[in-house]
């Protein structure tokens, strides 16, 4: 991992990083040979030409860079959590409801090739 990464990460309070740490460990054990960079000032994880980008903000976490249709159905069965410009917006109280393999499910659809 980047250290822009990990620095990211430590900069996250630690009320907060739960989530994100979560989100983290989901990627990598679906896609364990992403590259995980920062860009756009956020963290970022590669595979081939697929990008997924995942930043934490006030509200939670917000997935970004998956491309319609290539979401495993999560946005179908969560409308609630995309908003009007493709992001998935992620606050605890929802990540709480969302299992681990509906996650990595998004995941997988997202950065395979």
């Known amino acids: 991992m980047d250290d822009a990464v990990r620095d990211y990460i430590d900069a996250i309070a630690p009320e907060r990083r739960q989530l994100f740490e979560r989100i983290h460990r989901l990627i990598l054990e679906a896609q364990p040979d992403a590259a995980v960079l ?46 009007s410009k493709g992001t998935i917006q992620l606050r605890p109280d929802d990540a709480a409801k969302i299992s681990d393999d509906e996650l990595r499910d998004l995941v997988r659809a997202a950065l395979d090739g």
């Open 38 to 83: 920062i860009s756009y000032q956020i963290p970022t994880y590669k595979v081939g030409d697929r990008r997924l980008f995942v930043g934490m903000w006030k509200h939670g976490v917000s997935i970004y860079g998956w491309q319609e249709g290539r979401d495993a159905g999560f946005t179908a069965r969560h409308p609630e959590l995309k908003t």
